[in-house]
């Protein structure tokens, strides 16, 4: 039963305005502890805000959100912080690695909030399970975008999280790179992880448990 499964986002009435625009209005919704949720809609209707609302990332006009039992943590920007450290992990559409860095540098930065010691061998392993172990002393301006996506993806698995938001994750990727991608996804929520997408890739409707659409500022779910 779904009510007896830990409810770790809940979204009330919340809405969204930029400027006279009204992009979100009213959104209620609720994720439970291994969800794998995929939210659809055109571009610029609301996606990505909706998920930076439920990452602790942008703030809200009106309505509550409350994230592992933490009431509108965006008012509270150390239990945002803290949030963001321990139970949220982004992958975000533009990759958000350092670019001048290595792909070992720039994973050492989520590995510094695993209590695991040896941090290269942690490092590693991530990143063989994403086939780019042979990257690791690679820059990140030298690798296409699906190696970088793949490097995002390592990098969040070693930080602590419950709830993975992944926006566009397979926008500009090759059908080889987006196989991973998906796999790595559905391996995680098989694992017991909360999984929330935002995606124009009809692919990610035929693997999330919970389809919803944003048109007109409203989301609605969408029955198979």
Request: hydrophobic letters at 35%; a positive charge.
């Amino acid at each position: 039963m779904q009510n007896e499964k830990e409810l770790q986002i809940t979204l009330r009435n919340v809405s969204k305005k930029y400027g006279e625009h009204s992009i979100l209005e009213n959104i209620s919704l609720d994720i439970y502890k291994g969800d794998f949720v995929c939210i659809f809609g055109k571009s610029g209707g609301g996606k990505t805000t909706l998920l930076n609302i439920i990452g602790t990332l942008e703030n809200y006009d009106s309505g509550s959100v409350t994230c592992f039992s933490n009431r509108d943590p965006i008012k509270a920007p150390k239990v945002g912080e803290l949030l963001r450290r321990e139970k949220i992990a982004y992958l975000f559409q533009n990759f958000a690695l350092v670019e001048k860095m290595t792909v070992e540098e720039n994973m050492m930065l989520a590995a510094k909030y695993n209590q695991e010691k040896n941090k290269k061998n942690l490092i590693e392993a991530a990143l063989n399970k994403m086939g780019i172990s042979d990257k690791l002393k690679s820059k990140v301006y030298e690798l296409s975008g699906g190696e970088q996506q793949r490097v995002a993806l390592a990098r969040n698995m070693i930080k602590p999280f419950e709830i993975m938001l992944a926006d566009e994750p397979t926008g500009s990727l090759d059908y080889e790179n987006k196989k991973i991608v998906i796999d790595t996804l559905i391996r995680l929520n098989d694992e017991g992880k909360t999984i929330v997408v935002v995606s124009h890739d009809k692919d990610f409707e035929k693997v999330a448990h919970k389809n919803y659409i944003i048109e007109k500022s409203a989301i609605r779910e969408v029955l198979r």
